[in-house]
């Protein structure tokens, strides 16, 4: 049986970075398995762009935003690759759309306490100031913005790929198409099985995603999580000067729904999606046809607000968020059985995910991790109290 200092389970944008952190500091006695070919479609980190940002209005994730920005500073600095744009980010809260609606800390408040409490420049705008700034949007009067200028877009498949390259360069084995069936602890260490080998490793992160629990099964502890599938639009608008990544930031437009929108990048087109509100499934039972009806509310959205931002649909694509029912992420040993990693990204995760690599590979080589995580532990009530509520930010 042949063994490994670290076997990591899952190669996307968590798994992958983690790979990468392990590499850099074991060598050759690292081992990545992807269930699927490098790069596949059928998860969470696909795609050409994430919105990368500080502004968070929770404090666990605002402690983090400052140093993500840093880890991908470092895998740029030694890949010399580009994957961070910036573009300055916009926060749109229409207040007419979101009387009345339970929103807590996900407000123009929320955002800015997190910002002076951690030191980080912002500008608060009303509706003409931002109309005055960027006439790609059309308000009506209800709306307040809060602009950030170091938000922009970090290419996600780009990024999985520069993290498996320099995996490989520091010694990584990567193997694809190579599903694991079981993972057991085995004394100190785990017994990884898949269908072409069983391996031992002394340490495994298991970064599966929607297929967590399917790898987990044998370690006895299955988390509660919902598989929801998700979905963007790319529109080949007529105006790309005004939606060039210099003219125009990424936005959150928080209203009725929860839009998300990027300038033209990645394709010769932009792009929208809606946060949360997608339909539960499951990993291997889900569609990947997209929903008429989201591309209807997307289209109705974009002519109110944004017009020039239409064109002809290029094309609509899902992926997949799992979620924990209080909606925050899990990076934690298991505690029964501290061998074992387990990453959870929330469906929000990939703007921190080289920084996320680095503190799973801390957690796998028994260190404190360098950044606090405490609240993405594995004993939280959000994920042992089978009453616990979902509380999902929609």
């Known amino acids: 049986m042949d063994t490994y200092r670290a076997v990591v389970v899952g190669c996307g944008g968590l798994g992958s970075a983690a790979l990468y952190r392990l590499a850099s500091e074991l060598g050759s006695g690292v081992l990545g398995l992807e269930q699927f070919e490098v790069g596949h479609v059928r998860g969470a980190s696909q795609d050409h762009s994430r919105i990368i940002r500080l502004a968070q209005h929770q404090p666990q994730y605002a402690a983090l935003a400052s140093a993500a920005y840093k880890a991908w500073d470092e895998v740029e600095g030694e890949s010399l690759q580009q994957l961070v744009t910036r573009t300055g980010g916009l926060v749109v809260e229409d207040r ?60 996600a498949a780009r990024a999985n790929a520069v993290h498996l390259s320099l995996a490989r360069a520091h010694g990584a084995e990567i193997r694809s198409n190579t599903p694991v069936r079981s993972i057991r602890p085995d004394g100190d260490g785990v017994v990884v099985v898949t269908d072409s080998a069983t391996v031992r490793a002394d340490r495994v992160v298991v970064a599966a995603d929607a297929w967590t629990n399917q790898v987990l099964a044998d370690t006895g502890r299955q988390l509660p999580l919902t598989v929801l599938r998700e979905q963007v639009t790319y529109y080949s608008t007529p105006h790309l000067a005004e939606f060039a990544p210099s003219r125009f930031p990424v936005f959150m437009w928080h209203g009725a729904h929860n839009f998300y ?22 990993a291997d039972g889900r569609s990947f046809v997209p929903d008429d009806a989201r591309r209807a509310r997307y289209a109705a959205f974009l002519d109110a607000h944004v017009p020039r931002f239409l064109g002809p649909e290029l094309y609509s694509k899902t992926c997949l968020y799992t979620v924990p029912p209080d909606q925050d992420f899990v990076l934690d040993r298991l505690p029964e059985q501290p061998q074992i990693v387990v990453a959870i990204g929330a469906g929000h995760a990939y703007k921190f995910a080289a920084l996320i690599g680095s503190l799973l590979a801390d957690l796998a080589l028994d260190r404190t991790p360098a950044h606090p995580i405490d609240a993405f532990a594995l004993d939280r009530p959000a994920l042992t109290d089978p009453t616990f509520p979902r509380s999902f930010h929609v």
């Not at 030191?119 to 960027?134: N, Q, S």
């Not at 087109?269 to 997608?278: D, E």
């Open 96 to 155: 007419v759309a979101r009387r009345g609606a339970a929103t807590g800390s996900r407000n123009i408040e929320g955002y800015t306490a997190m910002f002076d409490r951690f030191g980080y420049a912002y500008e608060v705008l009303d509706a003409d100031e931002l109309v005055a700034r960027w006439p790609q949007f059309r308000v009506t009067g209800g709306e307040q913005a809060l602009y950030q200028p170091e938000s922009g877009i970090v290419d």
């Open 261 to 282: 929108g990027f300038p033209v990048y990645g394709e010769v087109a932009t792009k929208l999606g809606q946060h949360m509100g997608g339909e539960e499934t499951t």
